[in-house]
T-cell receptor, first 115, second 112 residues
Framework: DGGITQSPKYLFRKEGQNVTLSCEQN?????MYWYRQDPGQGLRLIYY???????QKGDIAEGYSVSREKKESFPLTVTSAQKNPTAFYLC??????????????FGDGTRLSIL | ELKVEQNPLFLSMQEGKNYTIYCNYS?????LYWYRQDPGKSLESLFV?????AVKQEGRLMASLDTKARLSTLHITAAVHDLSATYFC????????????FGKGITLSVRP
């Protein structure tokens, strides 16, 4: 079955530690996105990538970094510079070419907490 | 800057009754999306509305788009408990990028 896999489901971060959240998709989608969701809030865009080896900052990129070395993978690193990382992180992907009116498809999310 | 507003943010619904929730946005771009999220879960796509006057229906939910009023509505017919969830609308920004801006979501709770 095609889909988006995020791992781990739960992650704990210590002070001063960088952690990396994995996002893999086998949908052959062109674009991938990282969102942060806080309680009672909508989704806020962290980074997105529309093509391999290229990515753009979203609305809240500070304290985060990404890479897009392969079409299937878009890992997100939460650095120690992100002072309030506790949140639910959602990865999404979308087909940009061909059937372009398709929505973004979402993974099951990673819940990150501070130890 | 594109702004997307949803209201109300919380709605308690009685089973069997009809309700409408709203999504307002600040630009005249096309393409509006509705998503559903169950507590602690991911987002599930419900509707993609492509242009002015678009109407889509799935079961008890019907979504419509009025680009002149910059408004989308989600109408719920004869609410049932299974519809309890948070509903997000999202708008595609103008230009070549594929960014979406999400509203804060409307949490619906259906009571007997």
């Amino acid at each position: 079955d095609g889909g988006i896999t995020q791992s781990p489901k739960y992650l704990f971060r210590k002070e001063g530690q960088n952690v990396t959240l994995s996002c893999e998709q086998n949908l052959n989608h062109d674009a991938m996105y990282w969102y942060r969701q806080d309680p009672g809030q909508g989704l806020r865009l962290i980074y997105y990538s529309q093509i391999v080896n290229d990515f753009q900052k979203g609305d809240i990129a500070e304290g985060y970094s990404v890479s897009r070395e392969k079409k299937e993978s878009f890992p997100l690193t939460v650095t120690s510079a992100q002072k309030n990382p506790t949140a639910f992180y959602l990865c999404a992907s979308k087909l940009l070419y061909g059937r372009r009116n398709q929505p973004q498809h979402f993974g099951d999310g990673t819940r990150l907490s501070i130890l | 800057e594109l702004k997307v507003e949803q209201n109300p943010l919380f709605l308690s619904m009685q089973e069997g009754k009809n309700y409408t929730i709203y999504c307002n946005y600040s630009t005249t771009s096309d393409r509006l999306y509705w998503y559903r999220q169950d507590p602690g879960k991911s987002l599930e796509s419900l509707f993609v509305l492509l242009s002015n006057g678009a109407v889509k229906q799935e079961g008890r939910l019907m979504a419509s788009l009025d680009t002149k009023a910059r408004l989308s509505t989600l109408h719920i017919t004869a609410a049932v408990h299974d519809l309890s969830a948070t509903y997000f609308c999202a708008k595609r920004e103008t230009g070549a990028n594929s960014k979406l801006t999400f509203g804060k979501g409307i949490t619906l709770s259906v009571r007997p």
